[in-house]
């Protein structure tokens, strides 16, 4: 009897998404040029629908001064390759929530980014125990391509909806696209139902475009 062709096929990698290859080394990937770190005046803004109806400021100092995590977690592009096995570690998202509480009606984030990216993100997904704003990956400070000084990892989503070089978080009452989810992506961006492209989405995963 013949070895079935299944047999010399290696086992599937169970966290793998579908349509998603495994990548070796590291790429960067990103649209627009890579932000030059201003340290005096960087600052991480949290604004928008705050309970204190205030906005909140960080400087570089306070910021790294805030509790950290550290979380394995998987990138998966929707170019269909995914890192696996990264420890990331930064400031859970759970903790801006904590420290700078969203008012009670408070439905969605927009995460933005140096130069105007932004992604956005359900409240459910943002405050989910693995969503960071990473700092290190793999015990070693992110580089600048890959999003120094802070980069948000969302690992249950498509890798867009981490934006790099991140500067605000602003809390929202209503859904709205971000960057790429007004140029043709998903608004939900899970990837394990594959939701790659708007076209994909149901009536309620995103705003009426
Ligand atoms: N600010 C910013 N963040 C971004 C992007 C971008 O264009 N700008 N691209 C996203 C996409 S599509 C991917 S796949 C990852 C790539 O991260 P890497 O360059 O560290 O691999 O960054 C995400 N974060
Ligand atoms: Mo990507």
Same mark, same amino acid.
């Given at each position: 009897? $013949?070895?079935?062709?299944?047999?010399?096929?290696?086992?599937?990698?169970?966290? +793998?998404?579908?349509?998603?290859?495994?990548?070796?080394?590291?790429? &960067?990937?990103?649209?627009?040029?890579?932000?030059?770190?201003?340290?005096?005046?960087?600052?991480?803004?949290?604004?928008?629908?705050?309970?204190?109806?205030?906005?909140?400021?960080? %400087?570089?100092?306070?910021?790294?001064? +805030?509790?950290? &995590?550290?979380?394995?977690?998987? !990138? #998966?592009?929707?170019?269909?390759?995914?890192? !696996? $096995?990264?420890?990331?570690?930064? =400031?859970?998202?759970?903790? &801006? !929530? %904590?420290? =700078?509480?969203?008012?009670?009606?408070?439905?969605?984030?927009?995460?933005?980014?140096?130069?105007?990216?932004?992604?956005? /993100?359900? /409240?459910? %997904?943002?405050?989910?125990? $693995?969503?960071?704003?990473?700092? #290190?990956?793999?015990?070693?400070? /992110?580089? @600048?391509?890959?999003?120094?000084?802070?980069? !948000? &990892?969302?690992?249950?989503?498509?890798?867009?909806?981490?934006?790099?070089? @991140?500067?605000?978080?602003?809390?929202?009452?209503?859904?709205?696209?971000?960057?790429?989810?007004?140029?043709?992506? #998903?608004?939900?961006?899970?990837?394990?139902?594959?939701?790659?492209?708007?076209?994909?989405?149901?009536?309620? %995963?995103?705003? +009426?475009?």
């Amino acid at each position: 009897m $013949g070895r079935s062709e299944q047999e010399q096929l290696p086992p599937p990698d169970p966290r +793998l998404p579908p349509g998603q290859r495994p990548q070796r080394g590291w790429p &960067v990937l990103h649209y627009g040029p890579v932000p030059r770190f201003k340290p005096l005046t960087w600052d991480f803004q949290v604004f928008g629908a705050t309970a204190s109806a205030e906005k909140h400021s960080w %400087d570089f100092e306070e910021f790294r001064a +805030l509790p950290t &995590v550290t979380v394995r977690g998987d !990138l #998966h592009c929707v170019t269909r390759f995914s890192m !696996l $096995g990264n420890e990331w570690s930064g =400031v859970a998202a759970a903790t &801006v !929530l %904590d420290r =700078v509480p969203p008012a009670d009606n408070v439905t969605h984030v927009m995460v933005w980014a140096e130069y105007g990216y932004s992604s956005n /993100l359900s /409240l459910a %997904d943002f405050a989910a125990a $693995g969503t960071v704003f990473a700092t #290190h990956h793999n015990d070693e400070p /992110l580089t @600048v391509e890959h999003g120094f000084p802070v980069r !948000l &990892v969302v690992p249950q989503l498509y890798a867009w909806k981490g934006p790099k070089w @991140v500067r605000a978080v602003e809390y929202m009452r209503a859904d709205r696209r971000g960057f790429w989810e007004e140029r043709g992506y #998903h608004n939900r961006a899970d990837p394990w139902s594959e939701q790659r492209y708007s076209y994909q989405e149901e009536p309620g %995963d995103g705003p +009426l475009r």
